[in-house]
């Protein structure tokens, strides 16, 4: 596949996304964003070494000043006090409301610069250039900007939308193995909430997919954007629709906290959630059991977790609750409704616990 | 005067002020915004002994379901930590999507809450009930949230628009002397910048406001309100017009964090800020010294100090070199370019150093 570029169309906050080969390095991207002002790269102690010098040269040459932000890597620091290492390198700086933070790393680091340039002075500019296969086709794009509450994932956030993102195939090629099987959890998730043809696509190329084959991470990129940008573009603040990309989030999400963050990545936490709410889904009538099957070993063959700690079924339940789709301490799912369709709605608690039964190793 | 009702006009985030006396008990005022929805009542432990129950009982009779978050008081605590607390108190109480912070205090607790609602679970509603008289003319009006950080002041923030700011001017009774005249600085501001017959009109009954005369502390508030709608209407996110309302904010957020967050109030840093501004808008041409004479004289009646406080011209430069308007590195004032006009401008720092040895007391 050539480069291609996509638009999420947010009025006159939109944006493009480019997708490429080596695209890391091509500071025509940047220089409308950049020229004349100070950017500072938001990245981590594994990227760092990795991308930042071809990034910051690129910047350097689209007529940016640029200064490097280095946080600690992982889930577990996506907290206030990583946050604050942000404002302090910027403060210190004295960055201006001009500045534009550019974010190169995966989705903690994204969120974490995304929410900085949400608040920092009321808000600065912010490009996302993401480097793993979970940011590329889901966080970087569509403003959701957040850090971690001891208490809940993301609950401390804000939507905020960049002004481009870059997502550099090349990158891929890094990916330590886990992190490509929870990138692609994101990508399997599109085809229940949304589109059938692609998930068949990717049943048909997992193989090439975990082999990292260019042309086929390419695809799955460019149709994974494709699809979040379309829903973002509906409903920016999810105030209804965009709840579907939520899809297995409801049970991960409480696996990520249940265990403590940064145990399980994202990606698997999701990958395993995603096997809950099939199973969930088929007890409330919306597919039958061959579809959850189907479901469950792809998620298996992208080297996934199928089978969820032993929290015990009242702390699942208890970490559901303060999800941010809950209303009145009722747990609201994401469930398919039929195959590439799905809706947000409560359940009975008993089936739930039915499926965390079936669902978690046991205690 | 009886009741007033003005608008904050900014399309579909468009919100009314209700000016009065008594207002905090009027369920009606707050019914449409909170009916059969979770509230969460924001305050300090100075206010809510004096105020809390009753708001609570309006808001209970307006059909909310309330939870009351006491913060320490005072702008010293205006920071992460402080933040926190709110977030924990949310969370553990597991409130959801719809709950409505309803921020009850002064500028320190309007704006922690106004932040706290504009990331809790991505933003959530909120209405502003301001109990101070700085925040009834100023704060609670506009969308500005904001935390300190150490190196500087308000540096971590939002806009985000209240859905209703009410302004019980009962309450202005109960405020200590220095928080009186901390907002009366605020109300002086809106002459020199906008309008000159205000500017006559509070020289005209600055007595009658520091004595508390309801009808003078009414039309104080209601013009002070009815500036700062107008220019919040043509500029919410400050792009242009909003920043001349940070008139003496520059040199004032500069003793405010070179003292230590707290040691002076913000609006006594204003006020003497103020008569720094002047003095400095005199170097530039746009005023004479008879203005600055009147304008100091109105500071001083009013309660406020005149004289900086002694930090050195070098530090009060570093200080102010990290305010929000400049650029690269270069301070940007508010000045007044003609009486009832302001506009945001660089200075010589020789000017500005001349100010300073005029303007503070000996080191």
Chains 1, 2 share one sequence.
Not at 92 to 108: E, H, I, K
Not at 185 to 201: N, Q, R, S, T
Not at 307 to 326: H, T, W
Request: hydrophobic share 45%; charged share 20%.
């Amino acid at each position: 596949m050539s480069d291609a570029t996509l638009e999420v169309a947010l009025g006159d906050r939109s944006y493009p996304i480019h997708i490429g080969a080596s695209l890391i390095g091509r500071a025509a991207l940047y220089a409308p964003h950049v020229r004349g002002r100070r950017a500072a790269v938001v990245t981590n102690t594994t990227v760092a070494p990795l991308y930042a010098e071809a990034l910051e040269a690129a910047l350097g040459a689209a007529g940016a000043t640029c200064q490097r932000i280095v946080l600690p890597d992982g889930e577990a620091r996506k907290d206030w006090q990583t946050l604050n290492l942000i404002f302090d390198a910027l403060l210190q700086a004295q960055a201006d409301r001009r500045t534009v933070l550019v974010a190169l790393g995966g989705g903690v680091v994204g969120d974490m610069a995304g929410f900085a340039a949400a608040t920092y002075q009321r808000g600065i500019a912010h490009l996302q250039v993401p480097t793993t296969l979970l940011a590329q086709v889901d966080s970087s794009v569509g403003g959701k900007t957040a850090i971690n509450h001891p208490l809940g994932k993301n609950m401390i956030g804000a939507f905020y939308q960049p002004q481009l993102v870059v997502c550099d195939l090349a990158t891929l090629q890094t990916l330590p193995p886990r992190e490509l099987s929870a990138g692609l959890a994101e990508v399997i998730k599109y085809g229940p909430i949304h589109d059938m043809a692609f998930f068949d696509w990717i049943e048909a190329n997992i193989d090439a997919l975990v082999a990292r084959e260019p042309a086929a991470l390419a695809y799955a990129v460019k149709r994974s954007c494709e699809i979040k940008a379309l829903v973002v573009g509906q409903d920016e603040r999810e105030t209804g629709l965009r709840a579907i990309l939520n899809f297995g989030h409801t049970f991960g999400h409480a696996i990520e906290s249940g265990l403590g963050y940064g145990e399980w990545l994202h990606g698997e936490a999701v990958g395993c959630g995603m096997v809950m709410a099939a199973r969930l889904s088929q007890r409330l009538g919306g597919v039958d059991a061959a579809f959850v099957e189907r479901l469950t070993r792809l998620i298996e063959r992208a080297g996934l977790p199928i089978v969820g700690p032993a929290l015990g079924a009242d702390r699942y339940l208890e970490l559901m609750r303060v999800d941010k789709k809950s209303e009145a301490g009722e747990i609201r799912f994401v469930v398919i409704d039929r195959p590439g369709s799905a809706l947000v709605r409560s359940a009975p608690d008993a089936l739930v616990r039915e499926v965390l039964a079936q669902s978690c190793a046991a205690q």
